[in-house]
């Protein structure tokens, strides 16, 4: 029953959040929805901004096999793009019954059964390095556009942003080149068995990550240039149909604030959260503000440029539903665990 509730509540959320905004957005603007469809667009532009969105997912899958390969878990690319496509699709579709990452857990897992903690593990890692290099790249971003152009608001939104930045680096710091923040944790659980079997399955995955540094970094390289090539994607869409539309380096500041909000697990894919807060601070990044409507269209714009990347999960699958229907079973059957 709770498990309904919540799968509702992502439906029902989403759907209020945009028909929130939309309704504001049509008070200030009433044909700002309607030019969507009605203004000329440039099609190569929004070409080049399917091409950036396209390329910043394949980076994604990649570092995930880099992450995968650096603690010898033998994994091949061609599965890690075919995982990391139907998961990106799950994040739309699935509606909290199997999401992506569970989904790629099971199928890592079940080729690796002796060392299932450590294959499981590596999705947590995963999104830990790609949460961090967007934080790293939003401090980069505020830094770089100028505390004095940054509204107010934004003042306290930026300071919190380099204080989690900097904790966040001094935690990985310490996980990476000293054994400070493993040994508390293993002498604290030494008298409960589970917990201490899974820590010490964990330090040893740790442990592989120090002896291949340079993986653990290239991955999170490859984050850094992922999340700008889906600011990129964000300021082509915008070119495409604004003449008047913000500059890259407000787009990085921008599209990053609003993906660190839609990556909350509130609704699929980030649905509604994402416009809501894209549209919100296109008014107040850009020097002298635009309009909200303007914000709005582009992040509807957006999502159709995000569907159109995800919908090729679709033909992945078709290739390959056999053996994807049957992880499916196993997913489901390990959620409801």
Not at 12 to 19: D, R
Not at 171 to 177: P, Y
Not at 269 to 294: C, F, Q
């Amino acid at each position: 029953m709770l498990n309904r509730l919540l799968i509702l509540m992502r439906i029902v959320l989403p759907i209020i959040l945009i028909g929130w905004i939309g309704h504001s957005v049509w008070k200030e603007d009433p044909d700002a929805l309607s030019g969507l469809w009605n203004r000329e667009k440039n099609y190569f532009l929004l070409g080049c901004s399917v091409t950036a969105c396209l390329t910043a997912m394949v980076i994604t899958f990649w570092r995930w096999f880099l992450l995968v390969r650096a603690i010898d878990i033998p994994f091949r690319f061609r599965d890690a793009l075919r995982l990391g496509f139907i998961g990106n699709l799950f994040q739309y579709i699935a509606l909290g019954t199997v999401g992506g990452d569970l989904f790629k857990a099971i199928f890592l897992a079940r080729e690796q059964p002796a060392r299932k903690p450590e294959a499981v593990a590596t999705i947590f890692i995963d999104r830990a390095v790609g949460l961090l290099a967007l934080l790293i790249v939003t401090s980069v971003a505020f830094l770089s556009f100028g505390w004095q152009r940054l509204p107010d608001e934004l003042h306290v939104v930026a300071i919190m942003c380099f204080i989690i930045t900097a904790v966040a680096l001094f935690i990985v710091a310490g996980l990476l080149f000293t054994n400070a923040t493993t040994k508390p944790l293993r002498s604290l659980f030494r008298k409960v068995p589970a917990v201490a079997a899974l820590l010490l399955r964990g330090e040893h995955a740790l442990l592989l990550y120090r002896e291949n540094r340079q993986s653990f970094f290239l991955a999170l390289s490859s984050g850094f240039v992922s999340h700008c090539l889906l600011a990129t994607a964000a300021y082509f869409a915008a070119a495409s149909i604004y003449a008047d539309h913000a500059s890259f380096s407000e787009q990085v500041v921008t599209w990053n604030i609003a993906g660190s909000v839609s990556a909350l697990p509130l609704s699929p894919g980030g649905l509604g959260t994402m416009e809501a807060t894209y549209a919100s601070l296109y008014t107040n990044v850009p020097d002298g503000g635009r309009p909200k409507a303007h914000g709005f269209t582009i992040a509807i714009l957006l999502r159709v440029v995000y569907v159109i990347v995800a919908a090729i999960g679709i033909v992945v699958y078709w290739f390959s539903r056999r053996e994807i229907d049957q992880l499916m079973k196993e997913a489901q059957l390990e959620d409801g665990d």
